[in-house]
């Protein structure tokens, strides 16, 4: 590093996010850098790496890596997935990362012992596996933090990010964990900038077409659809039912009411209390039980919720009681149908078939991209609605306009949603560059540098 060449590695990752964010501030600042050695398994991941980098050294499993075939470098970058860890470990209170795939960051750098290293993970990690629940942060967190600063000698600073403060129109808390053998970074002080959808949004781009997107557009103006959800499991003025718009077939002005009270009484208390069974947010009520708050005739009110029943809209079933099980790993709780108590009506709120769920407004932001979800998200496109292309998703983590993922999107999407926000990586990045030059030049100890701890 004294001849400004930075040598890094690149574990779990990815396509390349954490990399590309630490390479783009780095030579920025006038370094060479070069990754002499990047770990990654999913086929498609390593195909899009590939793509888009030149390689050194690109291996699969660390697992199957020996620290003696790992070129020496300076950095060590990873986003790795977080894990339990086990309890039987030797460090007085701490949990064993043996058998963990953060076991595989801790051994390079025992054995490796480079300047430093940058690690991000799930927002999550903070809290995981709490010992108490009003501890800042869980014993996963405490024993990362432990190994790397008591047993491995690292000074280290850990904080939360949301991308949504860097520029990106998407909300991804993420937290960075960065450590470096003689200066403590100061993660702090980040100056927001936000930006909306509409500035990643393609235009021109082909609508969807089919039964579903009629009936939604013949009921909706498209801008009335910006922001609004279309899911029978929620409510609110944000929220559109299958009903509202007749997707599982016709529906009276009467029965859409009827729906709509049943969607909200069946979440009430009174109703388990009547069974003799343990409330759960959403119960069947009888036709009597009904009748108290839609007044109708009980023959007229039988004839609109059978017909909702055949449609699809309700189903007729039995309340579910919970059943408590001892097992050798503790107790097992579940739900099954309690046949002794009658059948009532309940709002059907499985996983809908629905092409999309949501409708993403232009002038707000995206939701956390979520590998599962995004293929039921839409954006308005002229007159029509459409999903978001893979660009868009680019896009909203930050990469460059070169960058390609050479698959399908369902397989892009999934890729994505495990990747990092670069902006937020250049921050970092940014953040250890200085507390880099601070030491070399001025001399700084690390008391001197405040700790984040977020």
Known sequence: MRNKKIKFIDLFAGLGGIRLGFENVFQALGYETECVMTSEIKPFAVKTLN????????????????????PDFDFLLAGFPCQPFSSGGKRQGFLDTRGTLFFEIERILRDKKP???????????????????????????????YTLE???????????????????????????????????????????????????????????????????LSHFQIDELYGKSIKDKRGGENNIHSWDIGIKGYVTD????????????????????????????????????????IKLPK??????????VVKGYLKFEHPKKLIKE??????????????????????????????????LD????????VATDVSRLAVPDGNGLRRITIREGLRLFGY????????????????????AAIPVVEFVASRLETAMSLENHTHFTSKEIPVCAS
């Open 150 to 216: 008591i047993d491995l000698g690292y000074k280290v600073s850990w904080s939360v990010f949301d991308s949504i403060e860097f520029g990106l129109p998407q909300s991804r808390k993420r937290i960075f964990i960065v450590g470096t053998k003689d200066v403590r970074v100061n993660l702090k002080d980040n100056k927001p900038k936000f930006t909306k959808l509409h500035s990643i949004l393609e235009r021109g781009i082909d609508p969807l077409k089919s039964e579903f997107i009629d009936k939604l």
């Open 254 to 293: 009467e029965q859409i009411k009827l729906l709509n009270k049943l969607f909200k009484e069946r979440r009430k208390k009174q109703w388990a209390i009547e069974l003799g069974i343990d409330w759960m947010d959403g119960m069947p009520l009888t036709l009597e039980q009904i009748n108290t708050f």
């Open 362 to 369: 232009p002038n707000d932001i995206a939701p956390t991209l």
């Open 51 to 70: 793509q888009n980098f030149k390689h050194e050294f690109l291996v699969g499993d660390i697992f199957q890596i020996r620290n003696e075939f790992i």
């Open 299 to 308: 023959s007229e009110l039988k004839l609109m919720l059978d017909d909702l």
């Open 400 to 419: 460059p306009e070169w960058y390609e993922i050479p698959a399908k999107e369902y397989v892009a999407f999934d890729l994505l949603g495990n990747t």
């Open 326 to 359: 001892q097992t050798s790993n503790g107790i097992k709780t579940f739900r099954e149908y309690d046949l002794k108590n009658p059948k009532g009506y309940n709002i059907v709120t499985g996983k809908l078939s629905f092409e999309i769920n949501k409708v």
């Open 115 to 145: 300047y430093g290293f940058i690690l991000e993970n799930v927002e999550g990690l903070v809290k995981h596996d709490l010992e108490n629940k009003n501890d800042k942060i869980g014993r996963t967190l405490s024993t990362i933090l």
